[in-house]
């Protein structure tokens, strides 16, 4: 469980962004921070909460890739880890504080074996002090101005800083914290008012930093309001979650609702009106009505207005939300198809409030689904092009959708519309159905080994295309960068072992996520005992993925045919910057070929995209970036002096203004939806919407501009 900072603070662009992202930093804050109440076990949940974590170490036992043995050795890294997620960032403990925690360093495996939970006990006590005592300090510290004139600096990397050494270095930590905090708001607030903003011309600038302080107190109070409603089955999921990702980081345990979040976006589908929710202070705010679905249809509920009640159907009592954590008020809203529930809104627009009623049903996440384009390349070549987000699958439902399926089609589409190549973008896919990418790599090539599947202990599967027949054998590209992950890596490796596809690549490898999950259903562990139930289900890397070459792409990812240039080039990323990663392996290659398409030209084709890529004036702005990038992120302390603050500021900005204006441009500028999607969109205003925002960023891809003219290379090159 991770719980964000209490607010993404823009430092006026994307470079400031990055400063804020180092490992650590003090604005990005761990989800251990959310151990508001301190507490102890009940009686009556004592005896769930051993029942789950025996069945967690009973499923990593059997059925785990590579089983760790429970005992000082994992204490000792489960206390790490749990301890760099109670406080990484150094905000509520003392040196005083982990001492108190250090007794258990070595035992947590007996308490584990044992299924108690004092440590988590006293570290959630513990971590309750703290933010007590921190939230009347910093409402202390912004109750007065700041003395911008000071030498002086913060540290915003947790791994930099140690624990406090008692109350008062705390506090102090705490002062610059604030004080940085605060600078940042009043800089861009001070930029504003050069510019002449209405809003801010006319303000002091004692009047601004009045201003920012207010603004870093409400991020501040709304934050440990937050806080204040996590729930013990937060904490307990928390500390399970230290103990499974010491076996690898994609072993996790999911309560019940958490595996019914991850099954919709797997799916793109839910059951329920067809509204994403957020919560806003003390209350549920909707942030999104989703198109097709009930809440769409009816008309009634918007963006922004605030459900205060809910009541379910033949139900007389309300259900007041106020105050309530959003994962409980989603269960109350999602339901079975055709189930009705009430809600009593008050409206964004006029602040009215009213009743509501909603038949719920299925809803359809089509955002999130294989789409296409047709593009004209420079050399006037009609191009195809598909993006898919993600390798989802509906598991549970027989006609749900799936990835596979939806690219066959689409493939039948662009084949239809005559193209000449086309170009899979898989940049940002993070995976998913295994089953769907040996389905997909078929689609390719005739028959034959996709990728090959370890488990513990035994000898490795192949998992085959069986149909020899081929969906498309013209020219391909596969893009990725460096969050495609797993699934994606799998299909653009066979496409590359097979010399079936170039692969194109916004910096050095891909993720590098070499392993596969399953779930396991923990009721199914327990027989009997219905008072414990449900336990919720434990995902567990239980295989790992090898190319048809032998090679891995764990840790190293997929590198490759041409690189292009991005901002993350020289900056270390993807599986290799987890904790507890499993480590690279090989093992012997299968015998594989194809006959559908040659590469043998891919050696000009490579050199000729090396030369424009070298001679490009965008990349070699964009790699220039990377490098000033990399020194920013290097650079934790900042300093706390208005003057040298803005000095630097305004160094960012003039580089900035530089990048920016190199995605200004549309550089890609024949780009159209296939007339029988047009269709689809039809009399959808908000469709037709997303789509031309779609359009409009196609058209300022540099990199699919540069992946254009390596299609055109390869269609002339023989």
Not at 105 to 126: Q, S
Not at 632 to 650: C, F, I, P, Q
Not at 682 to 696: F, Q, T
Request: net charge negative.
């Amino acid at each position: 469980m991770m719980l964000d900072h209490p607010e993404q603070i823009s430092f006026l662009n994307r470079t400031k962004e990055v400063i804020m992202k180092n490992k650590g930093l003090l604005l990005t804050l761990v989800a251990a921070a959310g151990l508001f109440l301190a507490f102890y076990s009940p009686m009556n949940t004592a005896q769930k909460e051993a029942t789950l974590m025996q069945s967690i170490l009973t499923e990593l036992n059997y059925y785990h890739y590579q089983p760790l043995e429970v005992n000082d050795a994992l204490s000792e890294k489960v206390y790490g880890l749990f301890l760099d997620r109670l406080d990484g960032s150094r905000r509520w403990l003392t040196q005083s504080d982990v001492k108190q925690l250090e007794v258990w360093k070595t035992k947590l495996d007996n308490e584990a074996n044992d299924g108690t939970f004092a440590f988590l006990d006293l570290a959630t006590a513990l971590q309750e002090a703290g933010i007590q005592k921190t939230q009347a300090w910093y409402r202390e510290i912004l109750a007065k101005p700041f003395d911008f004139k000071t030498k002086e600096a913060v540290e915003t990397d947790g791994e930099k800083k140690p624990f406090a050494k008692n109350d008062q270095e705390l506090k102090e930590y705490w002062r610059k914290q604030m004080k940085w905090e605060t600078l940042s708001r009043l800089t861009e607030k001070l930029e504003k008012k050069e510019k002449g903003d209405a809003d801010f011309k006319d303000k002091t600038d004692a009047e601004l930093e009045a201003d920012s302080r207010k603004d870093v107190l409400k991020v501040y109070d709304d934050w440990y309001v937050r806080l204040e409603k996590r729930k013990r089955n937060d904490f307990l999921s928390m500390y399970l979650n230290a103990f499974t990702n010491i076996f690898d980081p994609h072993t996790e345990y999911y309560e019940p609702v958490d595996k019914q979040n991850f099954d919709i976006g797997m799916s793109g589908r839910l059951e329920g009106i067809g509204a994403r929710l957020q919560t806003d202070g003390e209350n549920t705010k909707v942030s999104e009505i989703i198109v097709g679905g009930p809440a769409w249809k009816q008309g009634l509920l918007k963006d922004n207005d605030r459900i205060m009640k809910v009541k379910q159907e033949g139900e007389t009592e309300w259900t007041d939300l106020t105050g309530m954590v959003i994962n409980d008020v989603v269960q109350l809203i999602r339901g079975k198809p055709g189930s009705k529930v009430t809600l009593f809104i008050k409206k964004a627009e006029g602040g009215t409030t009213e009743e509501v009623t909603i038949e719920r049903d299925v809803v359809i996440l089509e955002e999130g689904f294989a789409k296409s384009l047709l593009i004209q390349s420079p050399q006037n070549e009609k191009i195809g092009y598909i993006r898919l987000p993600k390798f989802y699958a509906d598991f549970n439902n027989k006609d749900g959708r799936r990835c596979a399926e939806d690219i066959a089609i689409e493939l039948d589409k662009l084949k239809q519309a005559n193209v000449q190549g086309i170009i899979l973008d898989l940049r940002g896919n993070g995976g998913g159905s295994l089953r769907d990418v040996v389905k997909m790599g078929g689609f390719f090539v005739e028959e034959g080994p996709i990728v090959q599947v370890k488990s513990r202990a035994r000898t490795p599967e192949v998992l085959t295309d069986d149909d020899p027949s081929v969906q498309y054998n013209g020219a391909l590209i596969v893009m990725v960068d460096q969050f495609s992950a797993s699934a994606s890596e799998i299909l653009a490796a066979a496409l590359q072992d097979y010399k079936r596809a170039i692969i194109v690549g916004t910096g050095t490898s891909t993720f590098g996520k070499g392993t596969v999950q399953r779930f396991f259903d923990l009721d199914a562990v327990v027989r009997g005992n219905p008072e414990v139930k449900p336990l919720g289900e434990v995902k567990l890397t239980v295989q790992k993925f090898f190319r048809v070459n032998g090679g891995s792409t764990q840790l190293k990812g997929v590198v490759p045919d041409i690189i292009l240039p991005n901002n993350w080039l020289y900056v270390k990323t993807g599986e290799q910057e987890e904790d507890f990663p499993m480590e690279w392996t090989q093992i012997d290659p299968v015998p594989f070929g194809q006959k559908v398409y040659s590469l043998a030209a891919l050696p000009e084709i490579k050199e000729r995209a090396d030369a424009r890529i070298k001679n490009n004036e965008v990349f070699q702005k964009i790699d220039q970036r990377a490098k000033r990038l990399k020194e920013l992120r290097d650079d934790s302390e900042h300093t706390l002096n208005l003057d040298e603050y803005l000095a630097e500021n305004k160094k960012l900005d003039e580089e900035d203004s530089i990048y920016d204006k190199l995605f200004d441009a549309e550089v890609v500028t024949n780009v159209q939806n296939l007339p029988v999607d047009l269709a689809s969109m039809k009399g959808d205003e908000s469709k037709v919407a997303r789509n031309d925002e779609w359009l409009k960023g196609i058209k300022k891809d540099a990199y699919l501009l540069e992946t254009l003219n390596i299609m055109h290379d390869m269609l002339t090159i023989k």
